[in-house]
């Protein structure tokens, strides 16, 4: 099934075949079929056992493998360290994949691997779909366990996921002072891609300083889809005009979308300080944005910095 999301041939199955044999047969078969790689995913296990490890020295004698790379998850903390430390010694590895480095662990058992294996951690997995695996940076990890922030795997994460045509529709609506539910919409869609709030949060410097106050505003990646829901129970017609969202027309949209009318309340008001500000900038244009900066836009930032 992953082979198949992803564009990759895997082996067919044959049934009761053991692990050494279908490690030859994968290798024959990229031989014979021209493949470049194969790749072999052996039975996880999360302690050791004398017959898997016997097992796996076998799989490696017969078939030399290029890499061999540990896959370890970083929430298991010492036990990780010690199973990188126990393939290592038994089994050798050239390299490690820690996967879960999206949770509090930030990356500690990184370092503690790195340091009593001598191996590399190649690739770091930071959530559980395909696209969250991502190539390893020391100076990144330790940004985010310095709370100093990733701000250049952001900008990838954009580049990679921003459709830019998209893009430049919305930059000419928000200069004519245009921007509607739809638009938002797309917005909230293009933050789920990167992420979600979440994945965001943990790449902005200094962001741990307020985990506090997002936790109890309850900013989160629930948050971004109940409003997702929110403007889908909408009509066309409500979503480019939002003024038509009267008490009955709120009503219903709460109850199409298993949400309350506080909620809806709350998003019109986004929504408003976001076209407010979309306004302001058109009004403004290039120079004046140029010349004032942000405090044109949000006076609170003038002077004294935000106020109330």
Do not use: C, W
């Amino acid at each position: 099934m992953l082979g198949r999301q992803v564009g990759v041939a895997s082996l067919p199955i044959v049934a009761g075949e053991r692990p050494l044999a279908i490690a030859r047969r994968a290798v024959q078969t990229g031989r014979l079929e021209g493949y470049d790689v194969v790749i072999l995913d052996t039975a996880g296990r999360l302690h050791i056992d004398e017959e898997l490890m016997l097992e796996l020295a076998a799989v490696r004698d017969a078939t030399l493998p290029t890499e061999t790379l540990l896959v370890a998850d970083a929430m298991t903390g010492q036990d990780a360290v010690n199973v990188a430390k126990s393939f290592n010694e038994r089994v050798g590895v050239t390299g490690i994949m820690l996967t879960r480095v999206d949770g509090d662990a930030r990356g500690g058992a990184a370092l503690s691997m790195r340091a009593i294996t001598g191996k590399p951690i190649k690739f770091v997995g930071t959530g559980e779909k395909i696209d969250a695996l991502e190539p390893f940076h020391a100076e990144r990890i330790a940004g985010r366990i310095l709370d100093m922030g990733d701000v250049v795997g952001l900008v990838e994460k954009a580049a990679e996921t921003i459709d830019q045509h998209e893009a430049e529709k919305l930059a000419a609506k928000m200069q004519k002072g245009n921007f509607d539910f739809d638009d938002l919409a797309g917005q909230l869609r293009q933050l789920r891609k990167m992420g979600g709030m979440s994945g965001m949060m943990g790449m902005l410097p200094g962001i741990g300083k307020i985990k506090k106050q997002l936790g109890e505003a309850k900013i989160d990646d629930g948050m971004i889809k109940r409003q997702e829901a929110i403007i889908s129970s909408m009509t066309k017609k409500e979503r480019r005009n939002p003024k038509l969202l009267n008490a009955s027309r709120r009503l219903r949209v709460a109850a199409g979308s298993g949400t309350t009318v506080q909620e809806i309340n709350r998003l019109l008001k986004q929504y408003q300080d976001m076209a407010h500000m979309m306004k302001k900038a058109s009004k403004l244009g290039k120079k004046g944005l140029t010349r004032h900066g942000l405090s044109a836009l949000m006076p609170g930032l003038g002077g004294g910095g935000f106020r109330g």
